[in-house]
């Protein structure tokens, strides 16, 4: 059979493939555009800046580290895990969770292996927000909570920190309480602002919450950040929040790999049960080598027993450094971010917004900050920015030299 090669391709499309048009669609969140931490990065790329905004290491990671991975790899274990997880991690994670925090999670129905918290706290409030239930979160918050309470139908109910000095405010937070409320979202060690919530705070939140029906969502991906000698306040060792809690972890912080992206829920069995439910259908299984490399290294505990020192260094030697600038230091209790407020500064960009004095501050001084008002649904401004310290020495002291005009 021959092939009629005379007419051209246009006059071979049918009618219907010459209107092919993509259909217009309304957006679910108009509001939303690129997150500030991806826009800041690619600001700092462009200028050459130092990044002192997006929240990750600028070293590598342990090389053993490395190497569990690379082993598990060529074990030939690369085909899909389990749904929950490797049974070797969730175990390791269920004994380092006991060890710290006294509370024994069931390593097969109260452990998850998630694609970073990011994943595990999306997970969780499609497993119980429907339509019409109230979430409160804590402003300022991590960008992601909003816009997942609202993609589950959700109806977020925004609580301020107490401005200044970042503390929660209980009476704020009961008084946000309605029948409605499904679930509360905390993050301790606090981003942005540094802070870590005391004991007697998670004592106040237990009371707070025991005659009622609220699930706590407890984000602590900065669990070993804490410092001074201050001990990380986890949900778990409290059992009225633990029996309503799911608290969410990243690997990407603690070992420094935040471009690994696993992480875990721990929670009550019934609640683990909802949210597998949804994760089985949202990921399924979370990287097999990966999982297998976490477990090998978690055997030796100093990784994480020695994270505080670490970066309790790099904090000082970050806040020694800003000594001699006219910013204002704000908490530095735990998290690798240091808050300071600019108002003080003897240049007039310190009247600009907050997101525009951030991007002077990369493009003309060269050193990238994130804007607090990025953490608040009204943009509130505050004259606050955040710098991250998770980088080695000579990059931190090259952002001090250039901040030292100031
Ligand atoms: N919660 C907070 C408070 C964070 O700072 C981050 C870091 N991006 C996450 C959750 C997400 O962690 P992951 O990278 O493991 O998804
Ligand atoms: N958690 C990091 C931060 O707060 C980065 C998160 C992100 O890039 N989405 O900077």
Redesign the pocket.
Same mark, same amino acid.
């Given at each position: 059979m021959s092939i009629d090669t005379s007419r051209d391709r246009s006059s071979a499309l049918s009618p219907t493939d010459q209107v092919a048009r993509t259909p217009a669609i309304q957006t679910k969140f108009p509001a939303v555009g690129t997150?500030i931490?991806?826009v800041m990065s690619g600001l700092a790329a462009e200028k050459g800046a130092v990044n002192l !905004?997006? !929240?990750?290491p600028d070293f590598d990671c342990d090389p053993r580290l490395v190497s569990a991975v690379t082993d598990a790899m060529l074990r030939g274990l690369n085909q899909y895990p389990p749904m929950t997880g490797v049974p070797v991690l969730r175990e390791a994670i269920a004994a380092k969770v006991q060890g710290l925090y006294g509370h024994r999670y069931d390593a097969t129905s109260e452990i998850t292996v998630t694609a970073g918290a990011?994943q595990a706290i999306l997970t969780a409030i499609l497993a119980v927000v429907r339509p019409g239930d109230e979430v409160i979160v804590l402003e300022p918050c991590?960008?992601?909570y909003v816009p997942n309470i609202e993609l589950a139908g959700g109806t977020v109910v925004r609580v301020p920190l107490t401005p200044g000095s970042f503390r929660p405010d209980f009476d704020k937070i009961a008084a946000a309480i309605t029948p409605r409320t499904r679930a509360l979202l905390i993050n301790t060690p606090h981003?942005?602002s540094g802070t870590v919530w005391s004991e007697a705070d998670m004592r106040r939140l237990q009371e707070l919450l025991a005659p009622t029906d609220v699930l706590l969502i407890s984000d602590e991906v900065y669990e070993h950040m804490v410092f001074d000698g201050q001990l990380h306040q986890s949900a778990a060792r409290f059992p009225g929040l633990a029996a309503r809690a799911f608290i969410v972890s990243s690997f990407g912080k603690t070992y420094h790999v935040?471009g690994w992206k696993v992480g875990y829920v721990a929670a009550p069995a019934t609640l683990t049960a909802e949210f597998r439910k949804v994760h089985q259908f949202n990921v399924f299984t979370v990287n097999t080598p990966v999982q297998y490399g976490l477990a090998a290294y978690m055997a030796d505990p100093q990784p994480h027993l020695t994270l505080p020192a670490f970066y309790q260094r790099k904090r000082d030697l970050f806040r020694e450094g800003l000594k001699a600038t006219k910013f204002r230091m704000l908490a530095g209790e735990g998290t690798y971010f240091q808050c300071v407020d600019i108002s003080g500064l003897a240049v007039p960009e310190r009247d600009l917004p907050e997101a525009e004095f951030c991007k002077w501050l990369t493009s003309e001084v060269g050193v990238a900050a994130?804007p607090l008002s990025a953490f608040y649904g009204n943009g509130f401004d505050q004259k606050v920015v955040r710098f991250?310290f998770a980088k080695k020495d000579e990059t931190l002291n090259t952002a001090l030299g250039r901040l030292a005009r100031l």
């Open positions: 997150t931490f991806t !905004g997006q !929240g990750f990011t991590y960008d992601s981003n942005p935040t994130i991250c």
